[in-house]
C-alpha cells in the first residue's frame, strides 16, 4: 500500500488553489468486454440490484389500508417499470454515459463538462457541481444503512425469534465492511460479479415464476396503468412517487462509475441482466401480492418457499454488502475529485492497489461516513424508517445532473436550446414530481439527509471562497518572475551550492517562500526551480504530457507538472519523468521549499464571517502539503505566512 496526500495546493500557501488548466487526457482500461461487463454487474448495478428488497412494499403500503384492488397493484409497478426505462435506461444509459469527460462520468466530470462548454467561469454552473456533490454524499451516508438494514431484516423471517438481534448484526456487518475499507476493494470487487450474477439472475427466476402463476400482471407494461393510478389517487399517487423512486436509486453511480468500465460493458450488463432481472422481480412480487395479499409484509422474501429462504436472505445480505461497498469506493472517488477541483480541502489518500490508480482509501471519509451510517441505524431502527428519511438527497442530484446536461448538450453538443429542454422536459417533469413527493417526508426523517447535503455545501462553498480570496491576494502581492530572475544574476546575495525547488500555485511571479528565504537567510541557491503543480480539468494526463521544463536563465527555471482531477499528483515520480524535458537534480544535493499560509480572522460580519471561520477551521484540519509531495523529509523546508481573511 502506497500513501499519498492528496492537495489542491501548491505553492506560496498552503491553502492556495492549484491552477485550473484544460488539455488532453486517457484513462486506459484493461479487460476484455466480458470481463468488464461481469465486474459492471457487481459494482455499478449493486446499489439499484437491490431496490426490489423494500421498493414495491413502500410503494404499496400507502394504498393497502383498505384493501389492494388488481388495478393499484398493476398501476404501482407500471409506476416501477416506466421509472425504470425513463430515467435509468433512456436517461442515464441511453444519454448521459455518452456525456463522459475523457472517459469519466459523474456529477463532477458532469459540471466539468458544463464549464469547458461554457468557456469560463459560472458561478450557477458552480453551485449546481456544488450541490450535486453534496447530495451524492448524502445519499452514500443512507444508502448503505437502508441496504444491509433491509437484508438483515429477513432474519426475522427466517427465525422470528432472533427478531431482536437484526439492529447487533446489522451494525456488525457495517463495522466490518468500514473497517476492511483500508485492505483495498480489490480482493472484494474480485468477488462481487459472480455473487451479483447469481443475486440478479435469482430475482429475474423468482420472479419469473410467480408471474407464470398470475401472467395477468405483464398489463403493468401499458403505461396507461401507470397514469390512471396517478389520476385516479391523485395525493395519495404523490406520496407512492415517493417510495417508486426507491427503484431508481443507483442511477446515479451508474454515471459515476463509467471511467471504470467504459459505456459498452454498461449498456450490455444493463440490457442483457440487469433490467430484466429487476422487471421480472417486480412483475412476480406483484402476482405474489394479487394473489396473497398478506405477503405485502415483506414480498420478496415471499417469492421463494420456506425451505429457501435462508439461502434467499444469506444471498440479500451478501448483494446488499456489495451494493454498500460501490457507494463507499464512489464516496472516495468523489471526494478526490472535488479536492482536485479546489471543492474540498486536502485529505490524507491511500492507494491500496499499486497498478489501478482508482482503488483508494481516505480515512477521513471513510470514518465520517461510519459515523453517518451507524448514526441512521440507530436513529431509525427499521428500514421502513429508514425509507421515509430515503429519496430527497437522490432526486436533487438527478435534477442537478439533468441541468447541467441541458447546459453541456447546448454548449457541448451544440445542439440548439430549445431542442435540448424539450429532450430534457420528461425529465425534469418525472424527478421534479419524484422530489416534490420526497419532501413529503421532510419531517419524517428526510431532513436528516438534507442538512447533512446543506452543510456539505457550506464546507465546499466556503472552501473555494477562500481559496479564491487567497488566490486574489497573492495576486496582488505578486512579483513578477522574469524581471526578478535577470535581478539576481547581479545580486550581492550570497550564493550556495546545489537546487532549490520553490513551488507555487502562479509560475509567472515569484514564490513568497524564495523571498522570505532571501530576507531571512539572505542566501540564494545557484539552481532555483520554479514548481507548479496544475489540475487539468480531464480526469487523467498522459505521461508525456506531464512535465514541461523552460530556462529562464543559467539560475533560474520554470517546471509545469499537470495532473487530472481524476488522479492523485505523484510529484516525485513526476520530477523523474521531468528529467527528460531537461530537468537536472540530484535529489540529495535538492532543497525543497514549501510554503505554509496562515489564516486569520478579519473584520467581516454576517454570513461571510461564518463562511471565513468554516475556511479557517479547514485550513487547520487540511492534510500536511508537505506529506502530499513524497519527498526527502529532511530536505523540506517550510517557510509561513499570515493571511487576513
Known amino acids: ?254 454515471y459515476a462509475d463509467l471511467g471504470h468500465f467504459g459505456r459498452r460493458p454498461i449498456m450490455l450488463a444493463w440490457f442483457a441482466l440487469v433490467f430484466p432481472a429487476l422487471v421480472l422481480n417486480y412483475l412476480g412480487q406483484g402476482a405474489l401480492v394479487l394473489r396473497d395479499p398478506s405477503s405485502l409484509v415483506n414480498p420478496f422474501f415471499h417469492l421463494v418457499p420456506p425451505v429457501l429462504l435462508p439461502a434467499l436472505v444469506a444471498l440479500a445480505t451478501a448483494a446488499t454488502v456489495i451494493a454498500a461497498q460501490a457507494v463507499i469506493t464512489g464516496a472516495f472517488s468523489m471526494a478526490r475529485a472535488a479536492i482536485q477541483l479546489g471543492l474540498l480541502p486536502r485529505l490524507t489518500i491511500r492507494h491500496t492497489s499499486e497498478s489501478q490508480s482508482g482503488q483508494i482509501y481516505l480515512p477521513a471519509v471513510n470514518a465520517l461516513l461510519l459515523i453517518g451510517v451507524l448514526s441512521f441505524v440507530f436513529g431509525f431502527g427499521t428500514s421502513e424508517s429508514l425509507a421515509s428519511a430515503y429519496g430527497i438527497a437522490v432526486t436533487g442530484a438527478m435534477l442537478v445532473d439533468t441541468v447541467l446536461a441541458v447546459v453541456f448538450a447546448s454548449r457541448g453538443w451544440r445542439i440548439p436550446l430549445v431542442v435540448a429542454i424539450l429532450v430534457a422536459v420528461p425529465f425534469l417533469v418525472l424527478e421534479a414530481a419524484f422530489f416534490g413527493s420526497n419532501l413529503l417526508k421532510i419531517f419524517d426523517g428526510g431532513y436528516v439527509p438534507v442538512l447533512i447535503a446543506s452543510g456539505l455545501g457550506l464546507v465546499m462553498a466556503s472552501w473555494w471562497r477562500g481559496t479564491q480570496l487567497s488566490l486574489a491576494l497573492s495576486q496582488k502581492q505578486k512579483v513578477d518572475l522574469e524581471s526578478f530572475a535577470s535581478s539576481m544574476l547581479t545580486s550581492s546575495a550570497q550564493v550556495v551550492p546545489g537546487v532549490a525547488m520553490f513551488f507555487t500555485s502562479n509560475a509567472s511571479s515569484v514564490p513568497p517562500a524564495l523571498l522570505h528565504n532571501l530576507k531571512h537567510n539572505r542566501v540564494m541557491h545557484a539552481r532555483n526551480i520554479i514548481v507548479t503543480v496544475e489540475t487539468a480539468r480531464v480526469p487523467h494526463v498522459g505521461d508525456e504530457e506531464r512535465a514541461e521544463y523552460q530556462e529562464i536563465n543559467e539560475r533560474f527555471a520554470r517546471l509545469r507538472l499537470r495532473f487530472g482531477f481524476m488522479e492523485t499528483p505523484n510529484v516525485a515520480r513526476a520530477l523523474g519523468q521531468a528529467r527528460r524535458e531537461g530537468l537536472k537534480f540530484v535529489a540529495m544535493e535538492t532543497s525543497f521549499f514549501l510554503g505554509r499560509r496562515k489564516v486569520v480572522l478579519g473584520a467581516r460580519a454576517g454570513v461571510l464571517r461564518l463562511l471565513d471561520r468554516i475556511y479557517i477551521a479547514l485550513t487547520r484540519v487540511a492534510a500536511d502539503p508537505s506529506d502530499y509531495y513524497r519527498l526527502p523529509r529532511d530536505r523540506v523546508v517550510e517557510l509561513g505566512a499570515r493571511m487576513t481573511v
Open 1 to 254: 500500500m502506497t500513501q499519498s496526500v492528496l492537495a489542491p495546493v501548491t505553492g506560496a500557501s498552503a491553502d492556495a488553489p492549484p491552477r485550473d488548466v484544460v488539455g488532453d487526457g486517457h484513462h486506459e482500461r484493461s479487460g476484455g468486454l466480458a470481463a468488464l461487463t461481469l465486474g459492471a454487474i457487481g459494482v455499478v448495478y449493486g446499489d439499484i440490484g437491490t431496490s426490489p428488497l423494500y421498493a414495491l412494499r413502500e410503494a404499496l403500503r400507502p394504498v393497502a389500508h383498505d384493501g389492494l384492488e388488481r388495478s393499484e397493484v398493476i398501476g404501482v409497478i407500471s409506476l416501477l417499470i416506466w421509472a425504470l426505462i425513463i430515467i435509468v435506461t433512456i436517461k442515464y444509459v441511453l444519454i448521459l454515459l455518452r456525456a463522459d469527460n475523457h472517459g469519466e462520468g459523474g456529477i463532477l466530470a458532469l459540471y466539468t463538462l458544463a464549464r469547458l462548454a461554457i468557456g469560463r467561469r459560472s458561478i450557477p454552473v458552480l453551485v449546481l457541481g456544488i450541490l450535486g456533490a453534496a447530495l451524492f454524499f448524502g445519499d452514500a451516508v443512507i444508502t448503505p444503512a437502508i441496504s444491509v438494514l433491509s437484508a438483515v431484516e429477513g432474519i426475522g423471517l427466517v427465525a422470528p425469534h432472533f427478531q431482536s438481534f437484526v439492529l447487533p448484526v446489522t451494525v456488525g456487518i457495517l463495522i466490518a465492511l468500514f473497517a476492511i475499507q483500508s485492505y483495498g476493494t480489490g480482493a472484494i470487487a474480485f468477488a462481487f460479479g459472480p455473487i451479483t450474477v447469481v443475486w440478479f439472475l435469482t430475482m429475474g427466476i423468482t420472479g419469473a415464476l410467480q408471474l407464470a402463476a398470475e401472467p395477468g400482471v405483464l398489463a403493468a407494461f401499458d403505461p396507461r396503468f401507470a397514469v390512471s393510478f396517478l389520476i385516479e389517487h391523485r395525493l395519495l399517487a404523490f406520496v407512492v412517487l415517493g417510495a417508486i423512486f426507491l427503484a431508481v436509486t443507483g442511477a446515479e453511480a451508474l
